[in-house]
């Protein structure tokens, strides 16, 4: 793993389409409107937060844990609308004795539905492995959340199987969970 390339300094990653770059406090708005609509929170371990207030802060959290280089958090910005934040998307549980990381991602509902996560994945895939040299990216999905999975097979990844009432998410219980994963010679073949 080349933390250098994660953690030196935060990588601004772009495509044709979106940039995923740091999330500040101009895009407060935008943010507390994806983290207040319990909808987007339906498959996440994650509590909708009513205060603006709390989000404000989540922002220095955001900062904190790139830090502590525990997690990565993106803002997804589209580069028709440069300032516009659409979702998050997150790499986190670096492990480098096996040389893997986690991924996560949300949008705000108004824009599902149109290729966004699947861009920003794919964006975040590529980066993971060929500039972090990551050799397994895996994803954590609740049985029920098909479009996500479809988001994850469209990259590329494979289900690997269900871990049985095997975490604790906020705001939902012990959860069943979905493992999506796909390692860099997989990512390599399908270039």
């Avoid at 949300?106 to 824009?111: C, I, N, S």
């Avoid at 500039?131 to 494979?158: D, F, H």
Wanted: aromatic residues 10%; glycine residues 6%; proline residues 3%.
């Amino acid at each position: 793993m080349n933390s250098e390339a994660i953690f030196s300094s935060f990588p601004s990653l772009k495509s044709d389409v979106l940039a995923l770059k740091k999330v500040e406090e101009q895009h407060l708005d935008e943010l507390y409107n994806i983290y207040s609509n319990d909808n987007v929170f339906t498959y996440c371990g994650i509590i909708p937060k009513h205060n603006k207030n709390t989000v404000q802060k989540m922002i220095g959290h955001f900062e904190r844990d790139y830090t502590k280089k525990s997690r990565v958090k993106w803002g997804i910005f589209a580069n028709e609308r440069p300032e516009r934040l659409l979702g998050i998307i997150e790499a986190l549980d670096f492990n480098q004795k096996v040389n893997m990381v986690t991924i996560g991602y949300f949008l705000g509902e108004e824009h599902w539905g149109k290729g966004i996560a699947t861009e920003a994945v794919r964006i975040l895939i590529q980066f993971l492995f060929t500039e972090a040299t990551i050799n397994r990216i895996q994803a954590e999905v609740m049985p029920p959340n098909e479009v996500s999975k479809k988001v994850l097979m469209k990259n590329g990844l494979r289900e690997e199987g269900t871990l049985r009432q095997a975490t604790y998410w906020s705001g939902k219980g012990i959860v069943d969970l979905d493992i999506y994963s796909i390692l860099k010679d997989e990512y390599a073949e399908g270039e």
